[in-house]
């Protein structure tokens, strides 16, 4: 019992010092892994990644992807500036690249590295989509969702090994029956309601970038509306997604834009 104990408290400490501060929310957030561990194997991932897939060169839709990259960065550092953040992005090394793919998908590492498919454009339409995109996943790079994920998995995995451990010495179909509640527990009412918030969290963001940047936030509602009927208007239950549904997150949405409009006015953007 007293072992327990200690392990406990240790444990606690561990996480009570493993937490940082993220200045877009203000929120303390488990840091299990450093940025010093991350960004590195991201960037390796990253150039892996290019080394095996059709990187697109030279074309007006490649630089598109740079330039609307490029206006979303500096949004996000003139925001991290004038809120007393000067040198927070220090260590990424921003990177864009457009890839031949017919995947409706982008995304961003951690650090700043960005891929958008080829697949994805005709849904961006314009300019102003390809910001809500690129808005979208620069965020979940600067709230440091990944990060999170890392530390929520391993912590998923270390209460698996004390369930593991509290059952070792039952029947076998006990032991299968704790760690498979345990999994489901963990999964539909720890792990995807984490990462649909991670969504919310990159939406809202996303849009506040992307009107620092100029692009009217008004537009972000046509993308959504356009990637809804991509997908044919099908979606699994949003209890079992990674994602919100399309009709909370165009509600969502809506919702942040006047708060994204006036934060944009603080930088001398102003939209109708």
């Known amino acids: 019992m007293k072992r327990n104990y ?7 400490l561990v996480l009570g010092i493993s937490c940082a ?3 877009f929310t203000g929120k303390s957030t488990l840091a299990l892994v450093p940025d010093s561990e991350i960004f590195p194997s ?8 290019l080394s095996e897939n059709k990187v697109v060169k030279g074309t007006k839709d490649a630089q598109r992807v740079t330039d609307v990259g ?3 960065k500096a949004a996000a550092e003139k925001w991290l500036n004038a809120n ?7 260590d990424y090394k921003w990177e864009y690249n457009l890839v031949d793919s017919k995947e409706v998908n982008a995304w961003c590492m951690p650090g700043g ?4 498919y080829s697949g994805i454009m005709p849904i961006c339409k314009d300019d102003a989509g390809m910001a809500t995109v690129m808005g979208h996943e620069v965020a979940h790079a600067l709230l440091n969702h990944g990060q999170q994920r890392m ?7 270390l209460g698996a090994a004390g369930v593991s451990a509290a059952v070792g010495n039952k029947s076998a179909q006990t032991q299968q029956i704790a760690m498979t509640a345990y999994g489901a527990t963990t999964q539909y009412g720890g792990m995807l309601p984490f990462s649909r918030s991670h969504e919310s969290e990159a939406d809202k963001i996303g849009l506040t970038l992307m009107a620092i940047a100029g692009y009217n936030p008004d537009t972000a509602v046509a993308f959504w509306q356009r990637m809804a009927a991509n997908s044919g208007g099908q979606s699994q239950p949003e209890f ?6 399309n009709e909370t997150r165009i509600a969502e949405i809506r919702n942040l834009i006047p708060q994204a409009k006036a934060e944009a006015k603080k930088f001398g953007v102003a939209f109708k």
């Open 113 to 116: 590295k960005i891929v958008f």
């Open 151 to 157: 530390s929520a998995g391993l912590l998923q995995q």
């Open 70 to 72: 490029m206006k979303i």
């Open 42 to 49: 991201s960037f390796q991932q990253y150039n892996q990644f």
């Open 240 to 245: 079992l997604s990674t994602h919100p549904s």
């Open 6 to 12: 200690r392990l406990l408290v240790a444990g606690l």
């Open 84 to 90: 007393g953040y000067q040198g927070y992005l220090k």
């Open 21 to 23: 501060k993220n200045p």
